[in-house]
């Protein structure tokens, strides 16, 4: 009877247990969790920190889940430690836990950059239920916040508090909103409707520091001008959680190094989700953390499945605010592009080509088939025959299949 053991209870940690179970139905599963709750939906924290969603509805596994799988739950227990060569992993008290087969799906945590000032009392980041329950008591106290970062995670962050009463200033280093997911034309209409919405911004800034002073905050910019704030939140990236990987010995570069089997340079210990590095690549997105961990867990059990890769893409809603980012957005203009929408109304659409085939696609303000476009994208679909009716408002994307 095989033993396995893993550790993270996100994503990657549950679509890895949930396979395993159903390749392996008499085999003893452990999945430990350094947070104290059953796994829920990490998007989603925003909506909590806004007060529109509560805890039970981030829940997506209850414990009865758990017990349903017979899967070993082990909640609020941190591995630490362990020996890849006698293959058991261990605890911050020292008790060891044996394993035939080991993944490390231990996620990320938020990156906090060299800010003087950034541990002070009112600064914060967001990255677990535990992180936002501390922001939404912050924030019943106060009245204003500076968000540092205007990429998708931090301008969602900074939405739950904008929908929590918060006025709600955003400092971005780079000189456009969501540099990884828009160019600048599509960055210049979304800036223009969350303005819209009160949000507040100072592009092409950086921090400086963080000063305490009258009973507040105030992060001072390097061009000088010093910014109030009750609270700040820094959404300044993630970094791939690495330290259980690198106390085993495990191949590390940017994160744990994994091969197109999901495994790592120790044997029988494999990687999945935002700690995983495949080809050179740390996805940090939800869909990709899934697919590792069902790949993952489906050869953990025996199986001989490979990973080829998951095409980006990240949708947000901030206010009735669609957008689809997937694949090439080619932000430089570099590669042939159809683009099309209504700057009045807010909409943008663009499709990203080389050779003839649909390799992006950012879509703003309407989602219009988003599903065939991702379809299409993940195909390689080659467009030559569609090319001159590609950018029509009434285009049917079905024709993409």
Known sequence: MAIYVIVGNGVAGNAAAETIRRQDPTGVIH???????PFYYTPALPEFLAGTKDINRLIIHPLAWYK?????FHPGVEITGGDAQARYV???HGQRYPYDRLLLATGSVSFVPPIPGADLPGVCTLRTLEDARRIKEMAAHSRQAVLIGGGLLGLEAGNGLRQAGLAVTVVEFFPRLLPRQLD??????????LEAMGFRFHLGATTQEI?????????VLKDGERLPADMVLISAGVRPEVSLARALGARIDKGVVVDDYLRTSLPEVYAAGDVAEHKGR???IWPAAQEQGRIAGMNMAGGQESYAGTVPANTLKV????????GEIDAEG??????????????????VLKDNRLVGVILLGDLTGSAEIQAAIRAGRDVSDLKADLGRPDFDFTRLK
């Open 211 to 219: 000063l305490r002073a009258d009973g507040g905050l105030t992060v």
């Open 90 to 92: 261990s605890d911050r």
């Open 68 to 72: 349903e799988k017979d899967i070993s």
């Open 184 to 193: 600048e034309a599509a960055a210049a209409i979304l800036q223009r409707r």
């Open 31 to 37: 999945l430990f969790s350094r947070e104290p709750h």
């Open 334 to 351: 570099q590669l042939e592009a159809v683009v099309s929408g209504d700057p009045k109304k807010g909409t943008y659409r663009k499709l």
């Open 319 to 326: 206010v009735g605010i669609d957008l689809l980012s997937a």
């Open 282 to 284: 740390l996805y940090g």
